[in-house]
């Protein structure tokens, strides 16, 4: 996910210094939000940077590895300093510059704001950049036209402005913020957080995020919905700030796989048609499924556990799975469909995965893999070899690799595991049906991206190459195509496939050529983790998913 620190409050109390970029750096951000002013403003030199000594504060971003994506704007006039701010945004590469309502929140005053935030928006558009508005606590309160002053400033800037939307803010002043978020979904570009917790005299006093009555959840959920950049505002935090920005960074992230409030759909694609099926709404999280060609029957995990799902009578049943009662999305078949392998991680292990074997009916499962975690994902055409996504300790730190391992006989200790991926972070991999290769997902070129390789590792091919990343490649069982995931470039990091988010799903020929978008749709971690063609290879099963909000 894209984290930024707002630096309004991380200069006015640390200062705006080599330092403080490095503990900003530091605390895990990658981005940062800026302000700006075209001339300077007294009182406010280390705080609100004039354009004139930005460039001493850029090369530190550059140094640390922080980026600017969006910085917020102090002019006194924008009409006058339009060609300045323009030129600044060009040079810095600028995509948003974030403004405030007026002071004045009559309907004058705003009509007037909207000429000039309309005239800014057009000249910013000439250079990729946007224009959006912050709202703070005054700008919620007033209404006009039944709208809080904020939405009808946005309302009259005829679409051309955006909005960036101070969640606690709005919370201070009586809004429902998730509501006023999803009401405003087209326009809302980025997501800011504070947080307020009524205190003795029953006001509101400023706390650290997560601390106070804002529901940040849902706040973070919509965002991750809408692949936002979501902004934390220090400025009155309590303690050290920098403390304050490591709980935003550590507990956002943690964030990343929640899946409140969802329901998912069990449904079929038609490769050749794009026509989808709906087989069935399920009132809970519903993962991977995969198709059991001999019975008609969809397999998938959910709460834990592995169910099974027929496709003609719609009937649902658990598959016994003994200890194995913390499984996650992958799980994959064997060539026979006699058994089922699946990654259960224990509770209270904290990250772990092991990989284990069961009857495909149930029955008490056989430990394959003792290291973790391992994330399965293939099983070869000759049912002797797992091949698996395993998170392992090297001389350089942890590195996520592909691994396969033999499958032992029943009594038999676990033989040693290979590895056969080195660079990037390394996923997916998935047997073609000849048995000659292993698919998988790399980030070793940068984005994510579909690779293929000699069922040793020898003889690795890039796939897929385009401006997106790209996930879970599963071949066809004809063995002619192949099938993956695809989320957008700027909305997530490389290595992070999360949930609820808008994603893809394309098809490519085995060679890689001949390459299309399939279906645009609401899902991702969950949707497509495992192979779920079916026998004739014309359909794919899949998951969708709808995020229930206010």
């Not at 790399?442 to 990343?469: A, F, I, K, P």
Request: hydrophobic share 35%; with cysteine; glycine share 8%.
């Amino acid at each position: 996910m894209r984290f930024s620190a707002m630096l309004f409050g991380v200069f006015s109390k640390k200062g705006c210094s080599e330092d403080t970029v490095q503990q900003i750096s530091g605390a895990g951000f990658k981005l940062a939000e800026p302000c700006v002013s075209v001339e300077a403003i007294e009182g406010f030199d280390n705080v609100i940077i004039p354009m004139e000594r930005y460039g001493e504060l850029s090369a530190l971003f550059d140094k640390y590895g922080i980026g600017v994506y969006s910085c917020h704007l102090f002019s006194s006039d924008i009409m006058a300093d339009m060609d300045k701010i323009v030129s600044f945004g060009k040079k810095y590469g600028i995509k948003q510059y974030v403004v405030k309502s007026p002071k004045e929140l009559t309907k004058e005053a705003l009509q007037a704001a909207a000429f000039e935030y309309r005239a800014l928006a057009e000249r910013l558009e000439e250079i990729g950049c946007e224009l959006l508005i912050h709202n703070e606590d005054d700008d919620i309160k007033t209404k006009i036209n039944g709208l809080s002053a904020y939405e009808y400033l946005l309302e009259i800037c005829l679409g051309k402005v955006y909005a960036q939307v101070d969640a606690g803010w709005a919370m201070h002043a009586g809004e429902n913020p998730v509501s006023l978020l999803w009401r405003n979904k087209e326009l809302v570009k980025s997501v800011h957080y504070k947080d307020f917790k009524k205190d003795s005299a029953g006001g509101l006093k400023e706390v650290r995020i997560g601390n106070g009555e804002l529901d940040i959840v849902s706040v973070f959920q919509f965002a991750r919905a809408n692949g936002l950049i979501q902004i934390a505002d220090q400025d009155s935090s309590d303690g050290d700030i920098m403390d304050d920005l490591k709980h935003f960074r550590e507990s956002f992230s943690y964030l990343s796989q929640c899946r409140d409030d969802s329901v998912s759909y069990l449904n079929i694609l038609d490769t050749v048609t794009g026509k989808v099926k709906v087989l069935h709404k399920f009132d809970k999280v519903i993962e991977a499924p995969n198709w059991v060609k001999s019975t008609d029957t969809l397999i998938f995990n959910s709460e834990g556990k592995i169910w099974s799902y027929k496709i003609d009578s719609g009937e649902t049943k658990e598959i016994p799975s003994g200890e194995c009662d913390n499984c996650n999305n992958d799980h994959v078949l064997s060539p026979d469909e006699k058994y089922i392998a699946v990654s259960h991680g224990a509770k209270g292990e904290g990250f772990t995965s092991r990989i284990y074997i069961l009857p495909i009916e149930g029955g008490e499962p056989r430990l394959i893999t003792p290291n973790t975690p391992s994330f399965l994902h293939g099983w070869s055409p000759d049912g002797k070899e797992l091949a698996y996504c395993a998170f392992r300790m090297q001389e350089d730190g942890i590195q996520v690799d592909i691994h396969t391992i033999e499958i032992p006989e029943e009594g038999d200790d676990a033989p040693a595991e290979k590895r056969i991926t080195m660079g990037g972070f390394n996923d997916g991999p998935e047997y073609s049906p000849d048995g000659k290769h292993i698919w998988m997902n790399s980030t070793r070129s940068g984005l994510m991206q579909v690779w293929r390789m000699n069922r040793d590792g020898s003889d690795l091919t890039q796939m897929t190459d385009n401006e997106r990343n790209n996930w879970f490649p599963h071949v066809s069982p004809d063995g002619e195509r192949v099938i993956y995931l695809s989320y957008a470039k700027d909305e997530l990091d490389p290595n992070e496939h999360l949930p609820n988010m808008n994603v893809e799903l394309w098809l490519m020929d085995y060679d890689g050529n001949n390459k299309k978008k399939l279906l645009s749709f609401f899902g991702g971690q969950g949707s497509i983790n495992v192979n779920s063609w079916s026998e004739d290879s014309r359909y794919v099963a899949f998951v969708s998913y709808e995020l229930m909000h206010q």
